[in-house]
């Protein structure tokens, strides 16, 4: 059976969504024991969500292929000589690797030659609304050929996306055969994350992020309701190229002001959340994960359903107690203020059409959490 359904013109039911999502949130090792596994593994994750690390948990198994970032914007000048390059920073947080990031990408460079086949730039910035784009069709080729080639040596393909959670619905519909997986980590956690990059190593990448990611989508219906419920004021987007924007977002992500900063994160963060509850096979709780042993068997065990994968997830941290004793670390940002934004980004999840009961409780706990943890920041 192929991986892909062909090209798709809109995404699933809500109905299908819920069904096929059976409050991943609650349990997650409730997997159905005689489905036929799933044929490759697509993890959702945000930047700072600690996805990485559980797609780290999934590449080092023998059965197992890992993709990182399929859709970043690197591997369209990527060459065979860059990629023993391709490796953890000291700065970067991420776990140590047997392999450079882009490894497996080797099969699909020529010597000589940069960009990965089939891979466009255009694959780069994720998109929100509900009926795929014009581009769409190239990006699912480009993933199906990853895919099959895979399978066809006899491994399963795990692909870690921080540009895929808008087009999720997109993905699931067109990739039926996949283990959809979202990774959600409370915002606060996540948020601070890129915020102590940006202030310790004057990295604004991840500050950045989320304003070039809005900015660029500002035009659709759903990223302006976020916008606005958010209150995100945005660079200037004129009349500039993709690239352009981009690098202005990044000059002004190094002197944004902090509040504003952090409900830009918000709002980007709702909208994936969204996306998310709108229909996964699997939820990944990072907070969770990194205080119960038991949670993490019960992944290991949902992994295991509907991909025969069997990821060891017991040496997780507990990344919810790190952020709280960096909280004095965290300036320029009014935490106090923040419960107003939390607030704002649950009503405008629960005023939205088909998602799940469950995982809008899981959200609701994410932002109870953020209350407390941005509360100390100053």
């Known amino acids: ?12 039911s809500a109905a299908d969504a819920q069904a096929a999502s059976n409050d991943p949130a609650r349990r997650p090792g409730d997997a159905t024991l005689n489905r036929a596994l799933k044929q490759a593994v ?21 059965a197992a292929t890992g993709f990182y970032e399929p859709l970043s914007n690197v591997l369209a000048e990527l060459s065979l000589a860059d990629i023993s390059a391709s490796r953890p920073t000291l ?13 497996e990408y080797r099969p699909f460079l020529q010597q000589g030659a940069r960009g990965v086949a089939g891979y466009s730039k255009r694959f780069s910035i994720d998109r929100f609304a509900s009926m795929p784009d014009a581009e769409f069709p190239a990006l699912q080729a480009y993933l199906r050929n990853l895919c099959e ?21 997109w993905l699931k519909r067109a990739f039926g ?10 915002p606060a956690s996540q948020f601070a994350s890129g915020w102590l990059l940006s202030q310790q190593w004057s990295n604004p990448f991840f500050v950045a992020a989320p304003f070039r990611v809005l900015g660029l989508n500002q035009s659709d219906p759903l990223v302006r309701q976020a916008l ?23 000059q002004y992500a190094r002197t944004a002001e902090g509040n504003n900063a952090y409900r830009a994160f918000v709002a980007l963060w709702i909208l994936s959340a969204l996306r998310v509850a709108q229909g996964v ?29 069997s990821p060891d997830f017991s040496s997780a941290r507990d990344l919810v107690e790190e952020t ?12 106090r203020s923040m419960r107003a934004v939390h607030s704002a980004a649950l009503k405008f999840l629960k005023v939205q059409g088909g998602i799940d009961a469950g995982l809008v409780d899981v959200v609701r706990e994410k932002l109870v959490l953020a209350n407390e943890l941005t509360e100390q920041w100053r």
């Open 1 to 12: 059976m192929p991986l892909s359904q062909g090209p798709s013109n809109g995404p699933s």
């Open 42 to 62: 697509f993890l959702h994750t945000g930047w700072r969500s600690a996805g990485t690390w559980v797609w780290s948990r999934l590449r080092e198994l023998d």
């Open 91 to 103: 700065t970067s947080g991420h776990p140590p690797l047997a392999a450079p990031y882009f490894d």
């Open 149 to 169: 080639r895979t399978v066809e040596r006899g491994s399963v393909p795990v692909f870690k996306f921080c540009r895929s959670s808008g087009r999720l619905p």
């Open 177 to 186: 055969q996949a283990m959809h997986v979202g990774v959600l980590r409370n």
């Open 228 to 250: 606005d419920a958010c209150g995100v004021s945005l660079p200037p987007a004129a009349s500039m190229s993709d690239d352009a924007y981009a690098l202005a977002c990044e």
């Open 281 to 309: 096979d699997l939820l990944v709780d990072i907070d969770r994960l990194g205080q119960s042993r038991d949670y993490a068997a019960d992944l290991r065990a949902g992994f295991e359903a509907q991909s025969g994968l």
């Open 324 to 335: 709280r004793r960096s909280a004095a670390r965290i300036a320029g940002i009014d935490g």
